[in-house]
């Protein structure tokens, strides 16, 4: 009985999430705007479709090319698929910048610039009770992508295991990440055509959410200035500098009064014009390539001392996912190996940005050669380590397990797009070589790890 109300509870929250994403956006969705130009570089506000590009043709598009199995021959035992949630409003901080931003173009902004009328027009729609929400457009990216899911996995992610049991959703407890399972199962339920069925989900912070629980990393870095000091002095650098005084300028502002915060978030308010409304605003005009390439380093900066290869406790924090993700395909193996029937076919896990990005950093993914720094920025355009491509709004990692003439084969893929195993140098290995490669990770002891040196 309890349970059931929990489920009841659960639905009755998505029904008013569906209702306030009517009321809040529906209206200002466009689907025929032109893309702004610097799309690319929106970081992690970045739509999943301008980073696979293909996909805003077809969103139900599968790169085929690409998503291959090791072999013809091998058969699909097993996915596990990390995501990120979908599509969100600005948090309560970012509202408050975009109203002091709007303020000051509003009170202060002069001249003969053609779009000025444009910009002053332009009315603030950001509500406080909207911080950090699901998007209908974050509610379409994951039905979308489990639909994807479905075509490329049509053995695996079934009607029979989707009503077996057979498929488990994990999710963080934050209610975009919970919005966001439930929209990936409604993605799952239209194409299954069972609209009127439940599939139980369970919320897991150890695993979705363990960077707020590990105090080493909380400590050392979450709460300490000092630990993203490379992303403070990018900011306060020549190159922000550079786009601070060219809007500054193009407004006529007082450079005193339009700080390279200002500059950032009028750059991050076409981003969410854009994401959440389809709109190509007169904002995306303030900023050029150069402009938006600045900001993204800027943004990538931050990322990379607080999610990612930074420090090393930053990626070590994600032990305890690492450890899960392996052991869910070790047991697949192992049942697939004894002739049962595989238990947990897929596993979907919702979480954040800090879910998954320091899990990939963990696996090696996306390292450069030489680490990001605030004057190295010119040298690292082509950079590996970009938040745009790594953990834009649903972005994930898929670990595919696959069983092969010649043994079980893992293949990884970030953003369905297959990528080699570090120090393996191919893109399906044998499993038993991929836990060779990562012997001194797996059993990694996630309290040792994250205890506070007395």
């Known amino acids: ?237 020549p190159e922000m500098e550079t786009v601070q005084r060219k809007v500054a300028d193009l407004l006529q502002i007082p450079y005193d009064k339009f700080t390279a915060d200002l500059a950032e978030t009028g750059f991050y308010l076409c981003a969410y014009e854009w994401t959440i409304r389809g709109l190509n605003s007169p904002w995306c005009r303030l900023y050029d390539r150069a402009d938006a390439e600045v900001v993204d380093y800027a943004s990538d900066l931050g990322l990379y001392y607080k999610k990612g290869y930074g420090h090393k406790i930053d990626s070590m924090a994600s032990c305890v996912l690492f450890n899960d993700l392996f052991n869910r395909l070790e047991k697949a193996a192992n049942e697939f190996r004894a002739g049962q029937p595989v238990s947990e076919v897929v596993t979907v896990e919702i979480g954040h940005a800090e879910t998954l990005l320091p899990l990939v950093t963990l696996l090696g993914l996306f390292k450069d050669k030489t680490p990001l720094t605030a004057d190295n920025y010119a040298s690292q355009l082509n950079r590996a380590f970009n938040g745009g491509h790594i953990v834009p709004y649903i972005g994930n990692l898929l670990a595919a397990l696959y069983d092969c003439p010649d043994g079980f084969r893992l293949q990884l893929r970030v953003n369905e797009r297959p990528v080699e195993v570090p120090g393996l140098d191919e893109f399906s290995p044998l499993f038993k070589d991929v836990k060779e490669q990562y012997q001194q990770i797996l059993g990694c002891n996630q309290e040792a790890i994250c205890k506070m040196s007395k």
């Open 1 to 237: 009985m309890v349970e059931e109300l929990l489920r009841f509870n659960a639905v009755l929250r998505f029904a008013v999430f569906l209702a306030f994403l009517s009321f809040s956006n529906g209206a200002a969705l466009s689907s025929d705007a032109d893309i702004p130009t610097n799309a690319q570089y929106f970081n992690t506000k970045t739509r999943y479709q301008d980073f696979n590009t293909y996909l805003r043709e077809n969103i139900l598009a599968i790169n085929i090319s690409a998503v291959k199995p090791p072999a013809p021959t091998c058969t699909p035992v097993h996915f596990t698929i990390i995501a990120r949630h979908g599509t969100r409003f600005p948090t309560s901080e970012n509202i408050k910048k975009i109203g002091a931003f709007d303020d000051l173009v509003k009170t202060e902004a002069n001249g003969d610039l053609s779009y000025l009328s444009e910009l002053k027009a332009w009315k603030m729609w950001y509500k406080e009770d909207m911080a950090g929400h699901l998007t209908e457009t974050g509610r379409e990216d994951h039905i979308h992508l489990a639909q994807r899911m479905v075509e490329t996995f049509p053995s695996l992610l079934t009607k029979e295991n989707l009503q077996g049991g057979r498929v488990k959703f994990i999710t963080s407890s934050v209610p975009r990440c919970i919005n966001s399972t439930l929209s990936f199962q409604l993605g799952l339920k239209e194409w299954f055509h069972l609209e009127g069925e439940e599939f139980p989900y369970t919320v897991n912070d150890t695993l979705m959410r363990f960077f707020a629980s590990c105090e080493r990393f909380v400590e050392t870095v979450l709460n300490n200035p000092e630990a993203a000091i490379q992303a403070t002095l990018f900011k306060n650098g």
